[in-house]
């Protein structure tokens, strides 16, 4: 019986150059995921403020065509009850007899964004992010960066 020699083995795993490409390789996608995931994040909390200001438009003209006034309007135990929400803030910091400004305001990482519609329908962003997301007022909400309505 021979006994063969055996070279020694190498242990086995990574080199250092090896994990420190694989590392550098890793925070390069990291760099150029985590914004494209940050901006989806936020269009994805966007329709909370724009169904809310809908659904709160269409109930302040039930609560006119019953009280011929928008004044009252917005507060609990009315057909117009302010809706609650995670990410914005709703208000109506305009009620008078003929008109209503009903508004949405971003709160926490969505404090940055406010949206407001009328009595006449007509939708407007008042604050974007400062990060490519359009120039403000805009006659329209917007929802994506670039200023997409």
Same mark, same amino acid.
């Given at each position: 019986m021979s006994h063969a020699h055996h070279a020694p083995r190498r242990g086995?795993?990574?080199?250092?150059i090896e994990l420190m490409v694989a590392v550098a390789i890793a925070a390069i996608l990291a760099a150029v995921a985590v914004p494209s995931y940050s901006e989806y994040v936020m269009r994805g909390r966007i329709p909370e403020a724009t169904n809310g200001l809908s659904a709160l438009r269409v109930q302040l003209e039930q609560y006119y065509q019953d009280n011929r006034t928008y004044v009252g309007a917005c507060a609990s135990g009315t057909v117009a009850p302010l809706p609650g929400g995670v990410n914005f803030t709703f208000s109506c910091p305009t009620l008078t007899a003929t008109a209503f400004t009903a508004q949405a305001s971003g709160t926490g990482s969505m404090a940055n964004f406010v949206y407001t519609v009328n009595e006449s329908n007509?939708?407007? #962003? #008042?604050r974007v992010p400062n990060t490519g997301w359009g120039s403000t007022p805009a006659a329209c909400w917007i929802v994506r960066k670039g200023g997409g309505c």
């Open positions: 086995a795993g990574f080199s250092l007509a939708r407007q #962003t #008042t």
